[in-house]
């Protein structure tokens, strides 16, 4: 299975089952789609590329579309045959009998989410979790239950030396002494049992200061910071509980925090952090917010479609795709001519390693929910993700007692792989994609396994636009 699209002036083909991508001429690209429809129709892909008539074929019809001679078709279509027996091009999937081996290795805790407060000095209208306190379910996590998380995650870790925990929300710099007692904490686990941590903090901003950016320079590597773009934007969707927007009461704080973290000099290696947005109905428009917050100097930034009840204002529908479509392109070709200029940034759906990437067991086995991954919850409780928490029918267990729900859990362990989703076999995206998100399709379909499908197709694109980019800077 191939999948061939043109944009910016790039012709591209990429092989679904190998990952393999392909930059060609127009000619090449004409004479794959050809062979391709052939193969289409059952036959296989050697028996197609060596047979005299299906080449006879392409030669007459490449002399009419592009003038060709008979041996620079044949010389192409041996180039075809070259790909096709490497591997790269039509090629077999020799994954989907590994799938659920693969997906076992996921069996052992990296990381978790660590809801430190169930509250939010925010009302932020497409709020998943429920205006930040879950639906009711509010709370502030003491430091004891949270020394016992990071007891949790080391004793679940195996062998694997590097955990990962985020101190989440409602807004985590409401309980920000306990997020620091937390670092200390995991820096003495550190050296009596030969981890090391990574700790992340996502947050609204309006609560950062001088301490927060500090100790978050020397303890965290990463930040994730929440906003829209545009100051209208923004506004709308992201107030306070009075209606007030809260763009310029976060925008000196983040400011000051990316400047320190970008800063030369730095003292951990790792200060990353990204911009974390969300657009709606309201702002189909949403390369203009991207765009606005890499003019602020913010380099990394990320924006989501909005998930929600479809009945809501501002959900988006099928309806909108072509718009939603043209703007990542717009977003996509923006970025390009920006990098031309030594003005470049990153958006994280455009991240794509065309020489690497994520190992052939992440993309097959998908997201760790459940398995590499959980959520805790203020008492302590345990869900498959953050974004299943509230859901009282996917709680796991809880650090005390461990998963007390195993029936749970083995939904996510034995059934939530790349080849147990619906669609995703037969979906040209699927080891750029992984199979996408379980709590997702959950949400919108009632079933892991059933692809949120809106979702899917703004992933396709995002992933068409991502791989012409680094076509693009492979060949620059």
């Known amino acids: 299975m191939i999948h061939q699209f043109k944009f ?37 892909a050697d028996a197609v590329l060596n047979n005299e008539a299906a080449q006879c074929e392409v030669i007459l019809a490449m002399r009419g579309q592009h003038n060709m001679s008979e041996d620079d078709v044949l010389e192409v279509i041996e180039d075809l045959i070259s790909l096709n027996e490497e591997g790269l091009l039509w090629s077999d999937d020799p994954y989907e009998a590994a799938a659920d081996d693969l997906k076992i290795k996921q069996s052992v805790l990296k990381a978790i989410c660590l809801h430190v407060a169930h509250g939010c000095n925010m009302d932020c209208e497409y709020c998943f979790a429920g205006k930040g306190d879950y639906s009711g379910k509010s709370g502030i996590m003491d430091l004891e239950t949270g020394k016992r998380a990071l007891d949790y995650l080391v004793e679940n870790s195996g062998s694997r030396r590097h955990l990962e925990v985020d101190f989440f929300g409602g807004e985590p ?28 903090l996502t947050t609204n901003g309006v609560l950062i200061d001088d301490d927060v950016i500090d100790f978050t320079n020397r303890e965290m590597g990463n930040v994730v910071l929440s906003m829209d773009g545009r100051r209208e934007t923004h506004d709308r969707m992201r107030h306070t509980r009075t209606g007030e927007g809260t763009y310029d009461r976060i925008m000196d704080n983040f400011k000051a925090l990316v400047d320190s973290r970008t800063e030369e000099g730095a003292e951990r290696k790792s200060r990353e952090y990204y911009m974390r947005g969300t657009y709606t109905a309201y702002n189909k428009d949403f390369s203009r917010d991207v765009i606005a917050m890499a003019d602020l100097g913010f380099k990394e930034t990320s924006i989501e479609p909005v998930v929600s009840d479809p009945d809501v204002p ?41 020489t690497g990437g994520p190992c052939i067991y992440k993309r097959v086995a998908g997201c760790g929910v459940a398995t590499e991954y959980l959520a805790v919850t203020p008492t302590g409780d345990l869900y498959p993700c ?57 949400h919108s379909n009632g079933d892991i396994n059933k692809v949120y499908k809106f979702g899917c197709e703004l992933q396709r694109k995002r992933i068409e636009c991502a791989l012409m980019l680094a076509v693009a800077r492979s060949e620059n």
């Open 8 to 44: 910016n002036n790039y012709n591209i083909v990429v092989d679904a089952n190998s990952a393999s991508v392909h930059s060609v001429d127009d000619a090449a690209y004409d004479i794959i789609a050809m062979m391709d429809n052939y193969i289409m129709q059952g036959h296989p």
């Open 314 to 354: 501002y959900a988006l529908h099928a309806e909108d795709l072509p718009q939603l479509f043209e703007e990542y392109e717009k977003l996509a070709l923006e970025m390009y001519e920006r990098e031309k200029k030594g003005e470049g940034f990153n958006f994280y759906h455009y991240t794509v390693d065309l």
């Open 386 to 442: 953050h974004q299943f928490v509230g859901d009282d029918d996917m709680i796991v267990g809880n650090i005390y007692e461990g998963i007390t729900h195993p029936e749970t859990v083995d939904i996510f362990r034995a059934g939530n792989n790349l080849y147990t989703r619906d669609e995703c076999k037969g979906c040209w995206a699927k080891l750029y994609c992984a199979g996408g998100c379980a709590a997702n399709n959950y």
């Open 173 to 200: 710099l409401l309980n920000w002494d306990v997020c620091k007692e937390l670092v200390r904490y995991g820096r003495e686990l550190e050296k009596t049992h030969n981890k090391i941590f990574n700790f992340t």
